[in-house]
């Protein structure tokens, strides 16, 4: 894949999971805010759009070129949600979100980096499911519906997606030294976990 097209699928999915975190904040109920935060990766997955949290499952499928790859995917997902969450700050609805937002990223930053460690591990065993299945499953609504179960799931279960933060952290305008630290931290918890069903996989091949 070129440079360029790599860039702006990541940029792309950035924006997605962006638009889908905004649907969160702007919706009281939170079962129903994270059903519609999954519309974020279901755009991703039909378009063929590049998040790191749900291409980390595959290095193993891949050449080496694909792990450095994975590098330009975060900074591309960085860069897209964060275009959404400044976009944002320009329009009627930036005092609610930012409201919102800051009190989500409070409970995060004054989280331990080993629980927020742990939380992303478990938020991406939920991704690497929801994005294989839907590659996999031959069942059409099955696959669909575990997309949005999984996706809702990690969501309502507090657990840690770093690109969804990224949108959250840039929206409540928290970003700071600390703030990168542990996003890192919750960017190694999701390496973690997308890499765990994989490799089980081949060991109990």
Known sequence: MKMKELWIQSILAGICIGIGGAFFLAIDNKVIGALFFTLGLFTIVTRGFHLF???????FDNPPSYSASLIITWLGNLIGTNLVSLSLTFTRSAAAFQEKAAGMCDVKLNDSLVSVFILGIFCNILMYIAVDGFRNNQHEIGKYIGLFLCVAGFILAGFEHCIANMFYFGMAQVWSVHTVIWLLAMTA??????????ILGRILK
């Not at 949290?53 to 290095?59: E, L, N, Q, W």
């Open 53 to 59: 949290t749900g291409r980390i499952g595959y290095v």
């Open 189 to 198: 918890g999701n390496i973690v976990g997308g890499l765990m069903i994989p």
